[in-house]
């Protein structure tokens, strides 16, 4: 479904694509000049945003419903908190252009966010339990669906 928000919810889409520009501008000119000012600037953008995209949130596979609620921790550094936003967008397949200053990779404090918030979500009955079936050290960070094996010795590979 995901792939499909932007031919589905064609006005939310619309709507949001403005303040997406805005907040990814808003990530660029903290990236640039790390200030107070641009981080609380940054700051009330992220919370815009990620208020403006909870509708999104449902219609999308569940291993990245986390990412939505992730935006939102104040608790986080903004650095974690502009990755949640990432791939929130990222998989809503929203197209638009804004030029990008930066790069990150996710924190072990962003992952735990991500974690927390998908126990939040099997707990209150947002996701199924069977959404999560294990949780094990994987060979590559992310998360992902598929056959799980039980290695224990090279020729397991």
Known sequence: MSN?????????????????QETYHAIGKFQKNRSSENQRVLELYLENTGQ????????????KQAYFDVILDTDLNISDRIIALDTAVGALHIEFAVTRAYTHQESEALKHALWQARVHDLDTGVLSHQAVLCQGVAASP???SGKAFVIRKMSDY
């Open 4 to 20: 499909k928000v932007r031919h589905f919810m064609v006005e939310e889409v619309e709507a949001i694509v403005p303040l997406l």
């Open 52 to 63: 403006a995209l909870q509708p999104f949130k449902p219609v999308l596979q569940s291993a």
């Open 142 to 144: 992310g998360v992902a």
